[in-house]
């Protein structure tokens, strides 16, 4: 049983219920975990992190994002407690993604690059007006989809852009040695919630998400997981079962 419920796990099951079924991707023939969805030698359930956060998460996707395994928006929900997740589509509006953002205990930010919007919506700090939580949003999706959801979503023209520094993200990167010229969107998050002060969170998903790629990867390659990396040393303070791993 998972301590968090986890959005992006339920819409996928939503999808599967509705007979929509994944894109079964050639060499991943064993079994996975329906819990984490990584292959089970390679397990993630028991590196599930447990943190409080102030922030909550809304990741609005496509179809596909939801069954694709390296996905990482399903990371961030399993460590932000208070996390949505909503299929996109362009002639659909959610309700209940509506009602979300004019939920008054929160104040919405619409992650995106503030070089593609009109400056005035432009900021690059979380400033709380009294009694609010932040609530980010994330376009979990290709940069092409992303673009187009930004653009065909009336709905999101009212929210301010929360946009990261340029120096902001090369810091980040040069933290941890990021060489992919784009950060996946856990990354995306963790950097949102250092920004609200979330700092715990903001770690603990850092370190999830190396975690998570150490073990997908592992499973790819057919080697056995190693969890006396860096990564899962990191990871530990944050695991409510870390006894149970060290034993
Ligand atoms: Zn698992």
Not at 70 to 88: E, K, Q
Not at 209 to 227: N, P, T
Request: hydrophobic share 40%; aromatic share 8%; proline share 6%.
């Amino acid at each position: 049983m998972s301590l968090v419920s986890n959005a992006v796990a339920r819409l996928r099951d939503q999808r599967v219920d509705e007979g929509i079924k994944p894109l079964q991707a050639r060499g991943w023939r064993a079994p996975r975990c329906g819990a984490c969805r990584v292959i089970e030698s390679h397990c993630l359930c028991a590196w599930r992190p447990s943190v409080e956060t102030r922030s909550g998460v809304c990741l609005i996707m496509t179809n596909k994002e939801v069954f694709k395994p390296s996905n990482t928006g399903w990371l961030i929900a399993d460590v932000v407690r208070d996390n949505h997740a909503f299929i996109w589509s362009r002639t659909d509006v959610n309700e209940q993604l509506l009602a979300l953002l004019n939920d008054p205990q929160w104040q919405p930010y619409l992650v995106f690059p503030g070089e593609y919007v009109e400056p005035s919506r432009v900021t690059h700090t979380v400033d709380l007006a009294q009694g609010k939580r932040p609530l980010f949003i994330l376009l979990d999706a290709t940069w092409t989809e992303a673009r187009k959801m930004f653009r065909k979503s009336p709905y999101f023209d009212r929210l301010p852009i929360l946009s990261l520094l340029p120096d902001k993200l090369s810091r980040y990167r040069l933290r941890r040695s990021t060489r992919s010229e784009h950060l996946c969107t856990a990354e995306v998050a963790a950097l949102c919630l250092e920004l609200a002060g979330d700092s715990d969170a903001a770690s603990a998903l850092d370190a999830y998400f190396d975690v998570f790629s150490q073990h997908y990867l592992g499973a790819k390659r057919q080697q056995e997981v190693d969890v006396s990396t860096p990564a899962h040393a990191e990871l530990l303070p944050f695991v409510r079962s870390a006894q149970e791993l060290l034993a």
